[in-house]
């Protein structure tokens, strides 16, 4: 089975820009979870999904979102990008999201100039 | 709230010795705790969960709800075990994970 896929793996931006960042979850996986992770912070949670509907959002500003659609691919979305935005976005996926096993993508690393 | 913490940034162990990596957490109910590892250059995976209560490459962990603590232990250290810990809290019936901030593990040859 192929792992979860992240794209881009790397990419820069500056202040103000949005950035779109993709995750393909495990086949049959039906939830996907998104963190980011900073060394000061660690990896905090942002949202997570389950066909298609947020079942459970972190402590972000709205100017981060997310979205599943109907083959559980899910994207992420920062907008008004700030410098502190700077961090490895991980993507992880699991079959109901109820276990607690997740599987985790290699990340975006993302990079506010 | 769901809250995790993990006290040591930073662990040194010889080969052969004992490692214990801390972790405590705070819940109002009851949780499903776990331990990821995250080797150099590879993703971040599961090591194991207190509900299986099973040893995966000679690591174990006891949940204790008293201390409400889950702390990971072997005993005895190997080279390969260098990487980073997380311990993590599921609250019942959420989708959320909690991660604590990480244990940097190396073991000295």
């Known amino acids: 089975k192929a792992g979860v896929t992240q794209t881009p793996r790397y990419l820069i931006k500056t202040r103000g820009q949005q950035v779109t960042l993709s995750c393909s979850p495990i086949s049959g996986h039906r939830s996907v979870s998104w963190y980011q992770q900073t060394p000061g912070q660690g990896l905090q949670f942002l949202f997570e999904?389950?066909?298609?509907?947020?079942?459970n959002k972190g402590n972000f500003p709205g100017r981060f979102s997310g979205r599943q659609f109907s083959n559980s691919r899910s994207e992420m979305n920062v907008s008004t990008l700030e410098l502190g935005d700077s961090a490895l976005y991980l993507c992880?996926?699991?079959?109901?999201?109820?276990?607690?096993?997740?599987?985790f993508g290699e990340g975006s690393r993302l990079t506010v100039l | 709230a769901q809250r995790v913490t993990q006290p040591e940034k930073l662990l040194s162990v010889f080969k052969g010795a004992p490692v214990e990596l801390k972790c405590n957490y705070s819940y109002s109910g009851s949780p499903e705790l776990f331990w990821y590892v995250q080797y150099s250059r590879q993703r971040l995976q599961l090591l194991l969960r207190h509900i299986s209560r099973e040893s995966i490459k000679g690591f174990t962990a006891d949940l204790n709800k008293g201390e409400t603590s889950f702390h990971l232990k072997k005993p005895f250290a190997q080279e390969e075990d260098s990487a980073m810990y997380y311990c993590?809290?599921?609250?019942?019936?959420?989708?959320?994970?909690?991660f604590g901030t990480g244990t940097r593990l190396t073991i000295i040859p």
């Open positions: 992880a996926s699991s079959l109901t999201g109820y276990t607690g096993e997740l599987f």
């Open positions: 999904y389950f066909s298609e509907t947020q079942r």
């Open positions: 993590a809290l599921m609250g019942f019936g959420n989708e959320k994970l909690t």
